[in-house]
């Protein structure tokens, strides 16, 4: 598997993972981006928030290589980043998780966690599937993730939203990736399941991993981001630590573009 060396935990002391400089964006008449800078830290936690149409899922597809923008550069570890795909960004370190996950329900969980990665074993001429490799690795990254699910053959549609996002990551895991995306991760779930992903933000940072959070939940990110980022209209208000932020604070931000 050499597809799976972008490396997790690397970046030179205060090098930025990836640098938006001046990005845009338009569809149509609309400026979705207006020239975005935004640098995400190794290591960090940085929350994306910003109101309904602000540009969020926008810089997101960009960044995860779904869509190149207009202008303006991505530098990933201080090189011109251009993916060519999704599949392009995850080879070199970069996974997103959209919000609507892209699992296959009816597929198992060691199904979804190897999808396009499959591991093999060669019988004489034949090279079989290494379903039982598959199970116990998939296993693994549940449990670096403190998911304990025992049977990695139940499909993915009967678990939790929670153990879905858990899923998701493992596969993100599997590929190495040093910067995770995660687009409102939380927003469809319950109270319990929210503390659970957050966990999981949480277990990923300490595994040296950085994170793009994007977040309507300003409760959500008060507790887990160290940093946060605002759009509004498609241009960055503020950009500044989390720290001594209450959520009504990030919501007047959102609302007015001002801080107090
Ligand atoms: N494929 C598209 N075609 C046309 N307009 C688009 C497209 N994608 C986004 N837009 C427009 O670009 C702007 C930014 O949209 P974007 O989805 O990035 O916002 P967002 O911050 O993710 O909002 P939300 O919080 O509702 O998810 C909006 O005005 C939106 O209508
Ligand atoms: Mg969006």
Redesign the pocket.
């Known amino acids: 598997m050499s597809l799976r060396a972008s490396g997790a935990p690397e970046g030179g002391a205060g090098e930025p993972i990836l640098r938006l400089r001046g990005v845009a964006k338009r569809?149509?008449g609309?400026a979705?981006l207006g020239g975005v800078d935004l640098d995400i830290l190794p290591g960090e936690v940085l929350a994306l928030c910003?109101?309904?149409?602000?540009?969020?899922?926008?810089?997101v597809r960009i960044v995860s290589g779904a869509e190149t923008p207009d202008a303006g550069e991505v530098l990933l570890r201080g090189r011109p980043a251009a993916f060519r795909s999704p599949h392009d960004a995850l080879e070199k370190g970069v996974a997103t998780i959209h919000q609507h996950l892209a699992l296959a329900p009816r597929l198992s969980i060691w199904e979804n966690v190897f999808m396009g990665a499959e591991l093999r074993r060669r019988i004489g001429p034949f090279a079989l599937l290494d379903k039982a490799r598959m199970r116990r690795e998939a296993k693994g990254y549940l449990a670096r993730l403190s998911v304990g699910i025992e049977d990695m053959g139940r499909p993915v549609e009967g678990l939790s939203g929670g153990q879905r996002q858990a899923v998701a990551i493992s596969r993100a895991l599997l590929w190495n990736a040093g910067l995770i995306i995660m687009d409102e991760p939380t927003a469809a779930l319950g109270v319990k399941e929210t503390g659970q992903v957050l966990g999981l933000i949480r277990a990923l940072k300490a595994e040296g991993r950085t994170i793009l959070l994007?977040s309507?939940n300003m409760a959500d990110v008060v507790s887990v981001a160290d940093r946060v980022a605002i759009?509004r209209a498609?241009r960055k208000v503020a950009d500044r630590p989390v720290a001594g932020l209450a959520p009504e604070d990030l919501s007047r931000i959102i609302i007015t573009g001002e801080a107090a």
């Open positions: 569809y149509g609309v979705a910003g109101d309904n149409g602000a540009g969020k899922s926008t810089l994007v309507h759009l498609g």
